[in-house]
């Protein structure tokens, strides 16, 4: 009997169940009787109705040998008890149990590489969890899932031992020792059988390397299956837009040391011959529009095989089938081999097959956002033709929003209906809002404390609300806003700022004078077509200086001891057709802003205008092109207000010179510290931007070189080139936790007259 339980308590939890129905057989054949009453026995923290309601027998049924098995095999299916027994006294029903022990706690020791959340949630996910049953199999399983989680991140060596600890009432502490150990790196990348590229020029194309300076950033020495598939795509990718038609990966071989500490990958393919494009023909039904598709391909004749451009020319043929309500559309490009010649012939093969209507159209994975702040970025509807066009612009649209990390459409046919198609809009939601307490470190502004709370998806409405509080030396905002995208059904949307900013322009000393400026305003955005937005606004502004101790304010500022107060009309137009707000890589952005004052103290004309253009070289280097250009006017006789001035340098302007000091000099008389900015601008940029050296294509982590001119105008100066100062410079930006980060180190290269120098730079949250 002994050997039988010690070896009853090895089987799997299944098993057992099965077994002791089996075994119980015989001490349930008893004769046939009418159960009167049923009891249960054993129970410590299981509720008695938890029992009643699993039994299949019941009071008043007869109960039989084969009642008596069923009832085991539910009680054992819960899950919830080691043992169960059946017994019968008279006509009354008796059943055992032993309940298994519930976890009451877990714990891990050792614990480095990962947070405990997230093996929590892991063991979570296999059933360990706190309050659930337990049983050795599910601690076994534990082990191999904690250890899964380990080599995930190429700690292969990494060793688990759970340790199990009786408490009170049936239960149980479950603790979890890790040892971690070190990670495997890659020790060698070899590739075999390439003659046509060096290993080198093949091993840049990985993000899998064997180690450099900055690996304890990237990670990129530590070995991973998902990433050696990558990169493995990506070698396939090189050859095949190389004309090497044939090329195949033929096998890829992992080792590891004895140790676990170190791997080395090897990479065997035939590269095949590489064969030239010959020409390119259509073939199939094209929707009489022959000429219309042919200038759609982008495989050039006379030029290397390219799969690339086989690929987007597919691609485009399939999408502007769309465009015409052809949702199935099949499209494929044929080879024909000269293997002789090394030449290569497509025929593009089409089938629109039929035309389809989109029946409906539905939203999943929006736990929090409201479906209508979805639905009402649609451009394709229900009930309407098929339109490739439409819902390519309708996923953008909903990507823009900022609300999800992924948005992904999903053409679904109806079943018994040929001409007509469901989509699926799947999107994955991301926190939208922050709280944020911390300080900051500028080379100008010294420490600054900082506020925040934003939410750009209130309540799931998709309104914006934000209050920002900022100090620092010479620098103190208070800002309000909130933002409805959609005022109106047709997607003006409408704002309400409220700000109260103080500067001190005299950096020399904090006890200097003060700028203060108080306004409230309010602006509408009406979308003109699907990437340009037009602004229209007013504020009503106060400003007024402030003298403090020891410095008085020029004599230019004097007038404004006295608050002097503006109502600006704003008008605004935007247009960004760039790939990403805050890495951009590709594309253009253009703002134009203008506000004019009729009305108060102050009458003037503002208008600035911006121009960004983001061109790739190659997929790791991008340039960068930037132009500022303002002017300012002074109207009904009076001059333009100093306070509205614009001012040049620094970061955000031109780099290698110090914050808001290039312009007109101060007056006879004034502090050589005082700098009033201009009534005109001009501003350009010029930047060359490459991945940091060791940190792979990590867009996030980057440098880059620049060249920086500009500088602010007076009101009697003209606009000239040759008044610019010029800087030339290095810089790292890094999408840090905190934001943008940017430093740059300049030498000023073309240097006016007053202008004062500052080469190393750096602050959170600017652009060129």
């Given at each position: 009997m002994n050997f039988f339980d010690s070896r009853f308590h090895c089987m799997p939890f299944a098993i057992k169940a099965v077994a002791c129905a089996a075994l119980s057989l015989p001490a349930l054949a008893v004769e046939p009787f009418t159960v009167r009453d049923i009891r249960v026995e054993g129970l410590q923290r299981i509720e008695p109705g938890t029992v009643f309601a699993s039994l299949p027998v019941r009071v008043g049924d007869r109960y039989t040998t084969d009642s008596g098995a069923a009832a085991i095999r539910a009680l054992f299916a819960l899950?919830?008890?080691?043992?169960?027994?059946?017994?019968?006294?008279?006509?009354?029903?008796?059943?055992?149990?032993?309940?298994?022990?519930?976890?009451?706690?877990?714990?891990?020791?050792?614990?480095?590489?990962?947070?405990?959340?997230?093996?929590?949630?892991?063991?979570?996910?296999?059933?360990?969890a706190e309050g659930r049953p337990f049983d050795k199999a599910l601690a076994d399983r534990a082990e191999q899932e904690l250890k899964r989680q380990y080599i995930s991140r190429s700690l292969y060596g990494a060793e688990v031992v759970s340790t199990t600890t009786p408490v009170d009432r049936n239960r149980v502490n479950l603790t979890f020792t890790i040892t971690e150990g070190g990670p495997a790196k890659?020790?060698?990348?070899?590739?075999?059988?390439?003659?046509?590229?060096?290993?080198?020029?093949?091993?840049?194309?990985f993000n899998l390397d064997t180690g450099g300076w900055m690996s304890w950033y990237t990670k990129s020495d530590r070995y991973s299956r998902t990433k050696l598939n990558a990169d493995l795509e990506a070698l396939r990718s090189y050859y095949l837009s190389r004309g090497f038609l044939e090329f195949r990966i033929d096998s890829t071989q992992v080792a590891m040391s004895p140790n676990?500490?170190?791997?080395?990958?090897?990479?065997?393919?035939?590269?095949?011959?590489?064969?030239?494009?010959?020409?390119?023909?259509?073939?199939?039904?094209?929707?009489?529009?022959?000429?219309?598709?042919?200038?759609?391909?982008?495989?050039?004749?006379?030029?290397?095989?390219?799969?690339?451009?086989?690929?987007?020319?597919?691609?485009?043929?399939?999408e502007y089938f769309g465009k015409f309500g052809f949702a199935f559309a099949r499209v494929e490009a044929k080879p024909v081999i000269d293997r002789q010649n090394n030449r290569v012939q497509f025929v593009l093969q089409a089938e629109p097959s039929r035309r389809a209507y989109v029946r409906r159209i539905q939203v999943a994975g929006n736990d929090?956002?409201?479906?209508?702040?979805?639905?009402?970025?649609?451009?394709?509807?229900?009930?309407?033709?098929?339109?490739?066009?439409?819902?390519?612009?309708?996923?953008?649209?909903?990507?823009?929003?900022?609300?999800?990390?992924?948005?992904?459409?999903?053409?679904?046919?109806?079943?018994?209906?040929?001409?007509?198609?469901?989509?699926?809009?799947?999107?994955t939601e991301k926190p939208t809002g922050s709280i944020s307490l911390g300080a900051g470190f500028s080379s100008i502004e010294k420490?600054?404390?900082?506020?925040?709370?934003?939410?750009?998806?209130?309540?799931?409405?998709?309104?914006?609300?934000?209050?920002?509080?900022?100090?620092?030396?010479?620098?103190?905002?208070?800002?309000?806003?909130?933002?409805?995208?959609?005022?109106?059904?047709?997607?003006?949307?409408?704002?309400?700022d409220f700000f109260h900013r103080t500067t001190r322009p005299f950096f020399g000393n904090i006890n200097s004078y003060r700028i203060i400026n108080t306004g409230l305003g309010t602006r509408f955005g009406v979308?003109?077509?699907?990437?340009?937005?037009?602004?229209?606004?007013?504020?009503a502004e106060q400003t007024h200086v402030k003298e403090g101790i020891g410095i008085q304010a020029p004599d230019r500022l004097r007038e404004y001891l006295d608050a002097k107060t503006a109502l600006p009309i704003?008008?605004?137009?935007?247009?960004?057709?760039?790939?990403?707000?805050?890495?951009?890589?590709?594309?253009?952005?253009?703002?134009?802003?203008?506000?004019?004052?009729?009305?108060?103290?102050?009458?003037?004309?503002?208008?600035?205008?911006?121009?960004?253009q983001y061109i790739p070289l190659t997929k790791k280097y991008t340039f960068a092109f930037n132009a500022d250009v303002g002017l300012g006017q002074g109207l009904n006789g009076q001059a333009f207000p100093l306070l509205k001035n614009y001012y040049v340098g620094g970061l955000g302007s031109v780099r290698g010179f110090e914050r808001n000091t290039l312009g007109p000099p101060p007056k006879t008389g004034e502090a050589v510290t005082f700098f009033?900015?201009?009534?005109?601008?001009?501003?350009?940029?010029?930047?060359?931007?490459?991945?940091?050296?060791?940190?792979?294509?990590?867009?996030?982590?980057?440098?880059?070189?620049?060249?920086?001119?500009?500088?602010?105008f007076d009101a009697s100066e003209n606009m000239s080139l040759d008044k610019l100062s010029v800087s030339a410079g290095v810089g790292l930006s890094w999408i840090s936790p905190m934001g943008p980060l940017r430093f740059s180190y300049a030498m000023p290269v073309v240097k006016q007259t007053n202008d004062r120098i500052q080469r190393l730079q750096f602050q959170i949250g600017t652009s060129f």
């Amino acid at each position: 009997m002994n050997f039988f339980d010690s070896r009853f308590h090895c089987m799997p939890f299944a098993i057992k169940a099965v077994a002791c129905a089996a075994l119980s057989l015989p001490a349930l054949a008893v004769e046939p009787f009418t159960v009167r009453d049923i009891r249960v026995e054993g129970l410590q923290r299981i509720e008695p109705g938890t029992v009643f309601a699993s039994l299949p027998v019941r009071v008043g049924d007869r109960y039989t040998t084969d009642s008596g098995a069923a009832a085991i095999r539910a009680l054992f299916a819960l899950g919830l008890f080691k043992d169960v027994r059946l017994e019968t006294q008279g006509d009354v029903l008796v059943v055992v149990v032993e309940e298994r022990p519930s976890v009451a706690l877990v714990e891990f020791v050792g614990l480095k590489e990962f947070d405990k959340d997230v093996l929590t949630k892991a063991l979570r996910d296999i059933g360990l969890a706190e309050g659930r049953p337990f049983d050795k199999a599910l601690a076994d399983r534990a082990e191999q899932e904690l250890k899964r989680q380990y080599i995930s991140r190429s700690l292969y060596g990494a060793e688990v031992v759970s340790t199990t600890t009786p408490v009170d009432r049936n239960r149980v502490n479950l603790t979890f020792t890790i040892t971690e150990g070190g990670p495997a790196k890659i020790g060698q990348i070899e590739i075999v059988g390439n003659k046509a590229f060096t290993d080198q020029t093949l091993r840049d194309q990985f993000n899998l390397d064997t180690g450099g300076w900055m690996s304890w950033y990237t990670k990129s020495d530590r070995y991973s299956r998902t990433k050696l598939n990558a990169d493995l795509e990506a070698l396939r990718s090189y050859y095949l837009s190389r004309g090497f038609l044939e090329f195949r990966i033929d096998s890829t071989q992992v080792a590891m040391s004895p140790n676990k500490q170190e791997m080395s990958i090897t990479i065997n393919v035939t590269e095949g011959e590489r064969f030239v494009t010959s020409g390119v023909s259509l073939e199939g039904n094209y929707l009489d529009r022959d000429d219309e598709f042919k200038a759609l391909i982008k495989i050039a004749v006379g030029k290397p095989y390219n799969a690339e451009t086989v690929a987007e020319t597919t691609k485009a043929f399939t999408e502007y089938f769309g465009k015409f309500g052809f949702a199935f559309a099949r499209v494929e490009a044929k080879p024909v081999i000269d293997r002789q010649n090394n030449r290569v012939q497509f025929v593009l093969q089409a089938e629109p097959s039929r035309r389809a209507y989109v029946r409906r159209i539905q939203v999943a994975g929006n736990d929090r956002t409201r479906d209508e702040v979805i639905r009402r970025e649609f451009r394709q509807l229900e009930s309407s033709w098929y339109d490739g066009d439409k819902i390519r612009l309708s996923r953008d649209r909903v990507d823009r929003l900022g609300y999800f990390t992924s948005v992904n459409v999903e053409t679904m046919e109806v079943p018994g209906a040929q001409d007509q198609v469901d989509l699926l809009f799947t999107v994955t939601e991301k926190p939208t809002g922050s709280i944020s307490l911390g300080a900051g470190f500028s080379s100008i502004e010294k420490v600054a404390l900082n506020f925040g709370i934003r939410q750009d998806n209130a309540f799931g409405s998709g309104n914006f609300l934000a209050l920002e509080v900022n100090t620092s030396r010479f620098n103190q905002n208070l800002v309000v806003s909130t933002t409805n995208p959609y005022y109106t059904q047709n997607g003006i949307s409408r704002t309400f700022d409220f700000f109260h900013r103080t500067t001190r322009p005299f950096f020399g000393n904090i006890n200097s004078y003060r700028i203060i400026n108080t306004g409230l305003g309010t602006r509408f955005g009406v979308p003109v077509t699907e990437t340009d937005t037009v602004f229209l606004g007013v504020n009503a502004e106060q400003t007024h200086v402030k003298e403090g101790i020891g410095i008085q304010a020029p004599d230019r500022l004097r007038e404004y001891l006295d608050a002097k107060t503006a109502l600006p009309i704003t008008v605004g137009w935007a247009r960004d057709r760039r790939d990403s707000a805050l890495v951009p890589t590709r594309g253009a952005l253009q703002r134009f802003n203008s506000d004019v004052s009729l009305a108060g103290d102050l009458h003037y004309a503002r208008a600035n205008y911006q121009f960004q253009q983001y061109i790739p070289l190659t997929k790791k280097y991008t340039f960068a092109f930037n132009a500022d250009v303002g002017l300012g006017q002074g109207l009904n006789g009076q001059a333009f207000p100093l306070l509205k001035n614009y001012y040049v340098g620094g970061l955000g302007s031109v780099r290698g010179f110090e914050r808001n000091t290039l312009g007109p000099p101060p007056k006879t008389g004034e502090a050589v510290t005082f700098f009033p900015g201009g009534s005109k601008k001009l501003v350009f940029n010029a930047e060359f931007i490459t991945p940091f050296p060791g940190a792979g294509n990590d867009k996030t982590l980057r440098l880059f070189g620049f060249t920086d001119a500009g500088r602010a105008f007076d009101a009697s100066e003209n606009m000239s080139l040759d008044k610019l100062s010029v800087s030339a410079g290095v810089g790292l930006s890094w999408i840090s936790p905190m934001g943008p980060l940017r430093f740059s180190y300049a030498m000023p290269v073309v240097k006016q007259t007053n202008d004062r120098i500052q080469r190393l730079q750096f602050q959170i949250g600017t652009s060129f």
